[in-house]
């Protein structure tokens, strides 16, 4: 009252003090109005951002099956140690006063007013932390008997950065050392046992190149989230786990940590969980697949080491791929776990190659199988199977016969005489064959290789698909110079000069050929269907048959060529006659074609391209492999192989008989 009644007096100085005052509480006044309202949700988000931490969790991986629901590729409890440093806080303080009170003793003894400055006390709080866990994680790979040391380096790491996630100390404990840790757990603060689903192959390397393998995933890869924090996780790089990686990875969830003013955590929710990703069933049958891997690991290769190989089995009536061997191969499980030195060098090998599925990306001169296109063509332009071509000896070489183009002579492993189509065919007489080429022209022969796809890629989902190459008068006026010889049309009719092509691409002519013309898109995927069958999601099936286009050849024309593929397994005079199989009536062509390093011959690829049987194709078996000098054939050294995997199909078909009646009994 008293600061009134001297207001009134018209206290001229106390006039201007109080409006002093009140002006000065009028702008307090404003301002906290706009702290409290107007930038209220400034603070409260900022809050929550420095409060709370997101975390990425990845999704269960789906399953890989095989036609008969084999899984090929598929997810196991991984049991892991993990350490949550917020619950050793009272262990890190205890620790700290007792390591600061020795400090502070050792250095009083030399002066007495002596003090640790603030950085000295810093670094001794993350020495004394580092102890601590240190000691902690020496107790717990002594009591699972599997010694770890904890490198500081990492442990600074994670403390600094990823103080609101668990630190791994542990991984793939064994049952043994569970029950030990299960039993021992209570007494040792902060450790926890987690499971985290870790991909694994169970068939090792059957299969390998068609699945792919793993990599590590710290792409960020989610643009439209920011995490703090992403939990470990993979993705696909080759085979089906690349190709359908977005299809099997499923979608990754999220949680987000509270943490205080340290960065511990405090506590986590869940705001969106991880979704599995779908299973992928394949058309491939693992009996066959594996039987084809063991035929090509026992070839009888004439060189030293691993064979160097791919076996492609399909089934003519629809496209599927049955089984696709590449060897060498790789455990895809490697990738996951790690890999030993050995192993890592032998991954790295030039010659090896074990990563490159020679099935399907390996690209290779067709030699005499290419003949079986040059007779279609041929033959539709008119050629009589009956009428017989001479072939001269080689002088050089009298057991051999040879053909002359201008001064230039290619040679004929045939040996000199009279060859008709079956003859010329079983015994692949180049002479023959570039002699009826010639005359053909080469635009009959181009047009049926583009028909077949020669020089495209064949749509598996792997990535490791190669085109090839095919020398189409476009092609060779892109990259020889426009300028199409009689020698370009007689290296293309022996399947050499500059045509590639994979063994998968050569399984579908064959299949065109037992099928009566029909060239198929191949299938390896058979459907994709959601973990949860009670989920919204639906199987997602890829058609079966699909046509790719029409060989336009007449039945007579592919009855000649099958009769003499039947007759080069079966003839006196076969080259495939190791492939012969009773019952199951194999038609095949054999070829050979060289490898060359400029004008020199380093080695041979040789093929064994075959269907059965002949009455009622159901399979194709193509079988190709790597060879150095002296070299071996497709006769010898293919055929073998063939015939193991045609055993295996018609173990599988006398297995398939046996069961039925008992399906219709249960039934």
């Known amino acids: 009252m008293l600061i009134f009644d001297q207001l009134r007096k018209n206290d001229r100085q106390l006039q201007v003090l109080a409006i002093c005052v009140l002006t000065g509480l009028g702008f307090l006044l404003i301002g906290l109005w706009y702290v409290q309202v107007v930038s209220a949700r400034r603070y409260q988000t900022s809050q929550i951002n420095q409060s709370f931490r997101t975390v990425r969790i990845p999704a269960i991986r789906g399953k890989v099956f095989d036609a008969n629901g084999i899984a090929l590729a598929e997810n196991r409890p991984s049991y892991n140690v993990n350490l949550y440093l917020d619950e050793l806080r009272p262990y890190f303080q205890s620790a700290y006063s007792n390591n600061l009170g020795w400090v502070m003793r050792q250095l009083t003894r030399t002066n007495a007013k002596a003090r640790l400055t603030r950085t000295q006390r810093i670094e001794l709080g993350k020495l004394t932390r580092y102890q601590v866990v240190s000691n902690l994680v020496y107790r717990v790979g002594s009591l699972v008997e599997q010694p770890v040391p904890l490198q500081d ?60 393998y793993l990599l590590r995933d710290n792409s960020g890869a989610d643009v439209d989230v920011f995490f703090n924090y992403r939990m470990p996780d993979f993705k696909g790089a080759t085979g089906v786990e690349g190709a359908l990686d977005d299809e099997l990875r499923g979608r990754t969830g999220a949680k987000s940590v509270l943490v205080n003013s340290l960065g511990y955590r405090q506590s986590e929710n869940v705001w969106n969980p991880a979704e599995a990703g779908q299973n992928v069933f394949l058309t491939i049958d693992l009996s066959i697949q594996k039987a084809a ?13 691993p064979p160097r190989g791919a076996v492609v089995v399909m089934d003519p009536r629809n496209g599927d791929l049955i089984a696709v061997a590449s060897h060498p191969a790789f455990d895809p499980n490697d990738f996951v776990s790690g890999f030993s030195q050995d192993e890592w060098q032998r ?11 020679r099935a399907t990306s390996g690209t290779y001169h067709p030699g005499s199988v290419f003949k079986i296109v040059v007779a279609m063509a041929a033959l539709e332009a008119g050629l009589n199977p009956k009428e017989k071509i001479f072939n001269p000896p080689d002088p050089a070489e009298p057991w051999h016969g040879h053909i002359l183009l201008g001064r230039h002579k290619i040679k004929d492993l045939a040996a000199p ?92 002519m064959i299949s065109a050929v037992a099928n009566g013309g029909r060239v198929f898109w191949p299938r390896l995927v058979a459907r994709l ?10 199987p997602v099936v890829f058609q ?14 592919l009855d000649l060529i099958r009769e003499a593929m039947l007759a080069d397994v079966e003839d006196a005079e076969g080259t495939g006659k190791r492939a012969f199989v009773p019952g199951m009536r194999i038609c ?18 040789i093929w064994f391209a075959s269907f059965a049987p002949y009455g009622d194709p159901r399979y194709v078996v193509v079988v190709m492999l790597e060879t150095e000098l002296p070299g071996g054939s497709g006769a010898e050294t293919c055929a073998p192989v063939a015939q193991q995997v045609y055993l295996a199909l018609q173990k599988r078909e006398q297995q398939m008989k046996l069961k039925k009646p008992e399906i219709l009994a249960s039934r």
């Open 153 to 212: 380096k990492k442990f600074f790491e994670h403390y600094d950065q990823r103080l609101f996630v668990p630190m791994p100390v542990l991984t793939n404990l064994n049952p043994r050392q569970i029950a030990r840790f299960a039993e021992q757990s209570p007494g040792l603060p902060g450790f926890d046992l987690e499971v985290q689903p870790v991909r694994t192959y169970p068939h090792h390397s059957s299969a390998a190149h068609l699945l792919g």
């Open 417 to 508: 005489g009279e060859y008709d189509f079956q003859r010329a065919l079983i015994k692949s007489s180049n002479t023959y064959f570039i002699t009826n080429g010639l005359k053909t022209g080469v635009d009959r022969i181009l047009d049926l290789g583009k028909r077949l796809h020669f020089g495209e890629r064949a749509g598996i989902p792997t990535r490791q698909d190669a085109p090839g190459t095919f020398p189409t008068r476009q092609w060779q006026k892109d990259n020889r110079g426009g300028a199409w010889f009689d020698g370009d049309t007689a290296n293309l009719c022996i399947g050499q000069g500059d045509i590639d092509v994979t063994p998968l691409q050569v399984a579908v």
């Open 544 to 557: 079966a048959g699909r046509i790719h286009d029409e060989l336009k050849v007449s039945r007579r024309t």
């Open 529 to 538: 269907e959601p973990q949860d069958p009670f989920g919204n999601d639906q």
């Open 347 to 357: 991954l790295n090998d030039p010659k090896l190659r074990p990563q490159i599925n």
């Open 293 to 305: 891997e063991q035929a090509l690991r026992s070839a009888p290769v004439p060189y030293s080491g």
């Open 588 to 605: 095949a062509k054999t070829g050979t074609a060289q490898i060359m390093i400029g004008r020199k011959v380093v080695g041979h690829t």
